[in-house]
């Protein structure tokens, strides 16, 4: 069993470094999220999210933001990045194998494999959760949840 917020807290400061200071927000709800996860599957799902967010946000002043709270017996996690949103019709598409909204969202840095949600989602699924995304006003939001030991 592995708490879930010192999980959190261990890849903000791992990952941090990489944006400028301030850019990465740690949010955590108080108190222990036991949860049941194989860390170097779980820092993968937020590496590739903190990537895609880099290569793909497009915002000036790119403020990414990882959020850790229970609710009923489960530990939610949410990504979200302030950069240019994804079009409704894109959203759908995301999590597919070699796909990249290129006509939406201008890669940076080279192109991407189109590979990074997909690799996300399978390695969700495989732990039996499902990965949401919205996009509102420019903040997509990437979510999950792991029921609680």
Known sequence: SACLGEFAARFAAQAGPELEPGRFQLNLSPGPHPVSLDEEQFYRVLSNLKDNALRYAG???????????????????????????????????????????????????????????????TILEQHKEKINVTSESGVTTFSFSLTTE
């Open 59 to 121: 915002a000036m002043s790119l403020v990414l933001s990882l959020t850790v709270e229970s609710w009923e017996g489960w530990e939610c996690i949410r990504f979200s990045d302030n950069g240019q949103g994804v079009p409704p019709e894109a959203l759908a598409h995301l999590f597919e194998q070699f796909w990249r909204a290129d006509q939406a969202r201008s890669a940076k840095g080279g192109e991407g494999s189109g590979l990074g949600l997909y690799i996300v989602k």
